[in-house]
C-alpha cells in the first residue's frame, strides 16, 4: 500500500446529470486522496418535481439542458479555473435517467473537443463509491455499502487492475426496491413531503422504534438465507397495511427506519466475510449515497464496525448526494490509471459497476 500520491496531481471540471440534479465542480488531485474540491456546485430540481411526488424524467432532462451551461461558467468561476487549465473533463455517462445523462454528456463531449481534452465517461456508482477517496484517502481495498434512492448494494472495491478494467466484486443488492426509495415511498405513505428520507429521519426522532412490529425480510434471523442480498418492499407492505389504520407519524418512521437499520446491519456484516475472504486484512467500510446522510444508520453502522474490527468511513452528507464533485474525482482516478474515453460512447441507462470501466 502507497501513501505517496500515485501521480501528478490532475485538476478535473465534472459534470452530473443522472438524475435531479444538475451539478459541476471542479476538482484537483491525484490517487489515492484526499483532493481539493476547488468549486461544488449543485442546483437541486426537487421543487420541480415536488407536486409529483417523485422524479418526472420529461421535467429533468428539460431542466437540466436549461441550467447546466450557467452552472457550469459558474464552477470554473468559482475555482478560478479556465477551461484551458484542466486535464480533462468527466461526466456522468450513466447509470440513470437517459434523458438527463444525454444532456450532460453531450455537454462533456463539446466542451472536451473545443478545448481539446481528454473525455471521461463516468459510471454515477463509481463516483459514489470513490467519493471516500476524494474526502478521507482511503486506500484500496475497501467494503462499500452504496445507499441511494435508486440503488442498494454491497461491493468489494479492489481498485484498478492492470489490464485496464476495475475490480468491484458485487456481495449483495436489492431483489425489489432501493434503500432510498423505501424511504420515499414510506415518506409517501405517511404523508411526509418529497423527498421522504430526511422528513422521516427527522420525524423517527421523536417516536418510538418498538411502536410498531414491521418484518425484517431476508434477515439472516428470519430464513436460513446466507445472502447479502436485500429487499424492503414488504416492508413497504407492511407499512401500507398498517397506515390504513391510522398511525402514529414518528412512531411509524421511527418502526421503518429501526427495520432498515436492522436489514442494512445484518446484510452488511455478511458482506464483511465475503469481503475478508476476498481481501485478507480489509478492514474498511465506505457507506455512500443520499441514505449515507442518515444519521441514525450511519451510527448504527459505526457500532457494527467496532464490533467487527473495521473502521467506518462515511463522506459529509453534501457529498453522499448526487454531485458533481465525486464525478470529477472519479475522472481524477480514471484519468491517472490511464484511462479516458472515446467522443464515440454513448450514454446508458443501466450499467452495472461489476461491468466497469
Ligand atoms: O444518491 P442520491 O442523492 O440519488 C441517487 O442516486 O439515488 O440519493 C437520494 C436518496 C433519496 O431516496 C433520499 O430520500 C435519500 O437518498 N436520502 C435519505 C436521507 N437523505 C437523502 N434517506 C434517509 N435519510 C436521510 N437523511
Ligand atoms: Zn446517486
Redesign the pocket.
Known sequence: MTHKPLGKPLTILGIET??D?TAAAVVRGAAPGPGMILSNIVFSQVEAHAPYGGVVPEIASRAHLEILDDIIERALAEAKVGLAEVDGIAATAGPGLIGGVMVGLTTAKALALAAGKPLIAVN?LMG?ALTARLTHGVEFPFLLLLV????CQLVGVGGPLENGKWDFRLYGSTIDD????A??KT?KILGLPY????Q??QAAKSGNPRAYDLPRPLVSGHNARKSADFSFSGLKTALRQLAQGGVDVADASASFQAAVIDILRDRTRIAMQMFRADFPGGNVLVVA???A???A?GAALEKLCREEGFVTRIPP?GL???NAAMIAWAGVERLSAGSGDDLSVSPKARWPLATMP
Not at 432501493?178 to 426509495?181: H, L, T
Open positions: 443522472s438524475c440534479e454515477h459514489h441511494s434512492g435508486g440503488h432501493a434503500v432510498g426509495e424511504f420515499d415518506a423527498p421522504g428520507g430526511p422521516v429521519e449515497g443520499g441514505v446522510a442518515n444519521q444508520i452528507p453522499c448526494t448526487d
